[in-house]
């Protein structure tokens, strides 16, 4: 017999196999020897109360029967070398790595080309930009196998749950590497250590099944005729035909935008958030969040979720990183833009968070600065493009501020909500370095006043939060894309160009590693329907 249980236990208890097992027996009204075994379903911490912290589990115990250990959603992976139905992928992201798998399954030939390198070669190049201040344009923490997540720590947990089956995203990382805890946990995460060996098993499967990925394959122009996409040119001068082509390339793409806007296919502004990243000791986080002094030790380092309205502007915590390391996330030489990653164990001792302002078309169509940056740059006009403009705009102010280099411009929190200079700073993960500066010269005005006042409120629900402990850092500026690149309701493909499918984070229809893989199955299943 198979009984679904939930129960309400110490940290301690969920941490000890006996004790956990006695529980269940005794939910389950037998003697202990009859649970076979168990599997957990979901797990969650409840810390609302200021006496006890709790953790909540969903489980399937197995009563006098044999035990079934979780079983994975199985792979229905295909030999695809003699297909004759090839589709390009551009980008090896989640959206484009788990289209390929799915194409895979559905007995198509993935050609994935990736404009950066593969996961060990990238290492190299972010090492370059957290010691010696390089940037190179093709390879960083947004260009490479795996994305944008594959650096920046492998946070799982999304609500898009009409979009697509998220066990099954889950349970193919699994398949892959990822340790099983995530299909259960609340919000799982896979941690930076450890995303990358699933990227390159994801890959070496691939090309196994007859898939091609190639890396250092920049994609510059669409092969388009009678209004049908047949392949694509590459940096290099090759073209490559395809049945299709998956555009899967990131919300940090800005050649691509250009590309589409040059060739007068249809593009949007989509409204998307910017700001800064706070980094506060983690024990401070732990105390605040758990109610006691020091965390107890079978807890994981605390993690926290904001969200607030100021004078109706949006103001929330973006990418939460417990235990983590702020990382320099810029694309280009002249621009400080920062992210955020936690190892698997969350053992750093900073915790550091995003904080973003929405910004609409309304926001930046009269200002001013935007205006004349975009006539000094002679960047191309129209409403499409503002919010690229913008985000551009606010990152190289950014690399003045912080004096030339990859080192950021940061303020103390306190100095930052009340107006003061920052005389010295505490100490931060962001390996290039922090400088005081003044963030009002990097942050439009709407933007920073609407953090001051989401600050002094988070303050109030996070007794301890507003602190000069914490330490604000320019610019968190890579939260989505600002550009959407439209595409047809029941058919995915752009409303101009037949076989063209915009998919994934860059093209607006993902804000993450799983909405992303869900929307790249989507996208595969469609072109395999057609």
Same mark, same amino acid.
């Given at each position: 017999?198979?009984?679904?249980?939930s129960?309400?236990v110490?940290?301690?208890e969920?941490?000890?196999?006996?004790?956990l097992?006695n529980i269940?027996a005794k939910?389950?009204?037998v003697?202990?020897?009859?649970?076979?075994?168990y599997?957990?379903?979901?797990?969650?911490?409840?810390?609302?109360?200021?006496?006890?912290?709790w953790?909540?589990?969903?489980?399937?115990?197995?009563?006098n029967?044999?035990?079934q250990?979780?079983?994975?959603?199985? &792979?229905?992976?295909?030999?695809?070398? #003699? +297909?004759t %139905? *090839?589709?390009?992928v551009?980008?090896?992201?989640?959206? @484009?790595?788990?289209?390929a798998?799915?194409?895979?399954?559905?007995?198509?030939?993935?050609i994935?080309?990736?404009?950066?390198?593969d996961v060990?070669?990238?290492r190299r190049d972010?090492?370059?930009?957290?010691k010696?201040?390089i940037v190179?344009?093709?390879?960083n923490?947004?260009?490479?196998?795996?994305?944008a997540?594959?650096y920046?720590d492998?946070?799982?947990?999304?609500r898009?749950?009409?979009?697509?089956?998220?066990?099954r995203? &889950?349970?193919?990382?699994?398949?892959? #590497? +990822?340790? %099983? *805890?995530i299909?259960?946990?609340?919000?799982?995460?896979i @941690?930076?250590n450890?995303?990358?060996?699933?990227m390159?098993?994801?890959?070496e499967k691939?090309?196994?099944c007859g898939g091609q990925v190639?890396f250092?394959?920049k994609?510059?122009?669409?092969?388009?005729?009678?209004?049908?996409c047949?392949?694509?040119?590459?940096?290099?001068?090759e073209r490559?035909d395809?049945?299709?082509?998956?555009?899967a390339?990131?919300?940090?793409?800005?050649?691509?935008?250009?590309l589409?806007?040059?060739?007068? &296919?249809?593009i949007?502004?989509?409204?998307f +958030?910017?700001g800064?990243?706070i980094?506060?000791p983690?024990?401070?986080?732990?105390?605040i969040?758990?109610?006691?002094?020091?965390?107890?030790e079978?807890l994981?380092?605390?993690?926290?979720?904001l969200?607030?309205q100021?004078?109706?502007?949006?103001?929330?915590s973006?990418?939460?990183?417990?235990g983590?390391?702020?990382?320099?996330?810029a694309?280009?030489?002249?621009e400080?833009?920062?992210?955020?990653?936690?190892?698997?164990?969350?053992?750093?001792?900073?915790a550091?968070s995003?904080m973003?302002?929405?910004?609409?078309?309304?926001?930046?169509?009269d200002?001013q600065?935007?205006?004349?940056?975009i006539?000094?740059?002679?960047?191309?006009k129209g409403?499409?493009?503002l919010?690229l403009?913008f985000q551009?705009?606010?990152?190289?102010?950014?690399f003045?501020a912080?004096?030339g280099?990859?080192?950021?411009p940061?303020q103390?929190m306190?100095?930052?909500?009340?107006?003061?200079a920052t005389a010295?700073?505490?100490d931060?993960?962001?390996?290039?370095?922090?400088?005081p500066?003044?963030?009002r010269s990097v942050?439009p005005a709407?933007?920073h006043k609407?953090?001051?006042g989401?600050?002094?409120?988070?303050?109030?629900?996070?007794?301890?939060?507003?602190?000069n402990?914490?330490?604000?850092?320019?610019t968190?500026?890579?939260?989505?894309?600002?550009?959407?690149i439209?595409?047809?309701?029941?058919?995915?493909?752009?409303?101009q160009?037949?076989?063209?499918?915009p998919?994934?984070?860059g093209a607006?229809?993902?804000?993450g590693?799983v909405?992303?893989?869900?929307?790249?199955?989507r996208?595969?299943?469609?072109?395999?329907?057609?």
């Amino acid at each position: 017999m198979q009984q679904k249980i939930s129960l309400r236990v110490l940290p301690s208890e969920a941490a000890d196999e006996a004790s956990l097992l006695n529980i269940v027996a005794k939910a389950c009204a037998v003697k202990q020897a009859e649970i076979t075994g168990y599997n957990i379903l979901k797990k969650s911490i409840d810390a609302r109360s200021r006496s006890q912290v709790w953790v909540n589990l969903t489980l399937q115990a197995f009563i006098n029967e044999p035990f079934q250990p979780h079983a994975l959603l199985p &792979l229905y992976l295909q030999d695809v070398h #003699g +297909a004759t %139905k *090839k589709v390009v992928v551009i980008g090896a992201g989640p959206a @484009g790595l788990f289209a390929a798998i799915r194409l895979i399954e559905l007995g198509i030939q993935p050609i994935v080309l990736e404009r950066g390198k593969d996961v060990r070669s990238r290492r190299r190049d972010l090492a370059a930009m957290n010691k010696e201040g390089i940037v190179n344009a093709e390879s960083n923490y947004c260009f490479g196998e795996g994305g944008a997540g594959t650096y920046s720590d492998g946070k799982l947990y999304t609500r898009s749950n009409k979009r697509g089956d998220i066990q099954r995203i &889950l349970s193919i990382l699994v398949h892959f #590497g +990822a340790a %099983k *805890k995530i299909l259960y946990e609340a919000h799982p995460h896979i @941690g930076t250590n450890k995303l990358p060996h699933i990227m390159v098993a994801m890959r070496e499967k691939i090309i196994a099944c007859g898939g091609q990925v190639c890396f250092e394959k920049k994609v510059t122009d669409f092969i388009i005729a009678d209004d049908t996409c047949t392949g694509v040119v590459t940096g290099d001068g090759e073209r490559i035909d395809a049945d299709a082509v998956i555009l899967a390339t990131g919300h940090s793409a800005r050649d691509i935008f250009y590309l589409f806007h040059q060739r007068k &296919l249809a593009i949007e502004f989509k409204p998307f +958030a910017l700001g800064v990243r706070i980094e506060h000791p983690q024990t401070l986080i732990d105390s605040i969040q758990y109610h006691a002094p020091q965390r107890g030790e079978h807890l994981p380092p605390a993690s926290y979720s904001l969200v607030q309205q100021v004078e109706q502007k949006g103001v929330f915590s973006f990418c939460m990183c417990p235990g983590g390391i702020i990382a320099p996330a810029a694309t280009a030489p002249g621009e400080i833009v920062v992210n955020g990653w936690s190892p698997s164990k969350r053992n750093n001792p900073f915790a550091n968070s995003g904080m973003v302002v929405t910004a609409d078309y309304a926001d930046l169509q009269d200002l001013q600065d935007l205006k004349t940056f975009i006539k000094q740059k002679e960047l191309p006009k129209g409403k499409e493009l503002l919010g690229l403009h913008f985000q551009q705009m606010v990152e190289q102010q950014a690399f003045v501020a912080g004096g030339g280099s990859l080192v950021a411009p940061a303020q103390r929190m306190e100095d930052f909500v009340n107006n003061r200079a920052t005389a010295s700073l505490p100490d931060c993960s962001y390996l290039p370095g922090i400088t005081p500066a003044d963030l009002r010269s990097v942050l439009p005005a709407f933007i920073h006043k609407s953090l001051q006042g989401g600050f002094k409120e988070f303050g109030k629900k996070m007794r301890g939060y507003l602190t000069n402990e914490a330490v604000v850092v320019a610019t968190e500026s890579r939260t989505s894309s600002p550009v959407r690149i439209p595409r047809d309701a029941d058919t995915l493909q752009h409303p101009q160009i037949a076989n063209l499918y915009p998919c994934g984070e860059g093209a607006g229809y993902a804000g993450g590693i799983v909405s992303a893989a869900m929307d790249g199955e989507r996208v595969a299943a469609m072109i395999a329907a057609i």
